[in-house]
């Protein structure tokens, strides 16, 4: 996992527009710098979510429950290839047919490693059945669970410090579709400088 750090990831503006590149490790050191990233949700027929706890060894927020699989497409890459790329290698999915449900830019800082995220976050779904397998890798995934998406709204309001803090707008995304951005996203970004517990843990607030 150590070695993505140094992977290339795409630096964007504001309305998603490609700027540039630079490593995954100093995209995330402060006060960060806006890059392409995505963030899948797998759902089940009845409509539950399959949640991830990510792992211990993880640079940002690891232990807190996160949305199917997260990552970023490299530069030029497409972001169905790149979400499938992480679905396998992070629970041994796919490939499956993605769809997606909106953008979502965030910002917020990982008080526990001093990393930070500033990502605009293409919010990605698919399709899964709770009974086919899933090879979840140790190094990424310490659990997995499937949640119904409207408990897991109000959950994150009353435990939000349980999970990462772009979870409330991906699952939002989930539960509002707004189809493919084709301009800036709806949301305010919360901006470097803000105190931690207003920018990192009341995303707006990933």
Do not use: I
Request: aromatic letters at 6%; charged letters at 30%; glycine letters at 10%.
């Amino acid at each position: 996992m150590t070695s993505r750090e140094g992977h290339l990831v795409e630096l964007v503006d504001d309305a998603g527009r490609a700027r540039g590149e630079t490593t995954v490790s100093a995209a995330h050191q402060p006060p960060g710098q806006l890059h392409r990233a995505f963030s899948v949700l797998l759902v089940d027929p009845a409509g539950r979510v399959l949640l991830q706890r990510r792992a211990a060894t993880k640079t940002r927020f690891p232990l807190r429950w996160g949305n199917s699989c997260c990552g970023h497409p490299g530069p030029g890459e497409s972001l169905v290839e790149a979400a499938n790329r992480r679905l396998r290698e992070e629970l041994g999915a796919g490939p499956v047919e993605l769809t997606e449900v909106g953008v979502y830019v965030y910002y917020a800082e990982d008080p526990a490693t001093g990393r930070v995220e500033f990502e605009y976050d293409h919010v990605l779904r698919g399709e899964w059945r709770p009974d086919a397998p899933l090879r979840p890798d140790p190094a990424e995934v310490a659990e997995l669970r499937w949640v119904d998406p409207v408990e897991l709204a109000a959950d994150l309001d009353a435990d939000p410090r349980a999970y990462a803090p772009w979870l409330s707008g991906v699952v939002n995304r989930l539960l509002r579709p707004s189809g493919t951005a084709a301009g800036p996203p709806e949301e305010a970004v919360n901006r470097p400088g803000l105190p931690v517990d207003d920018a990192a843990e009341r995303p707006g607030d990933r």
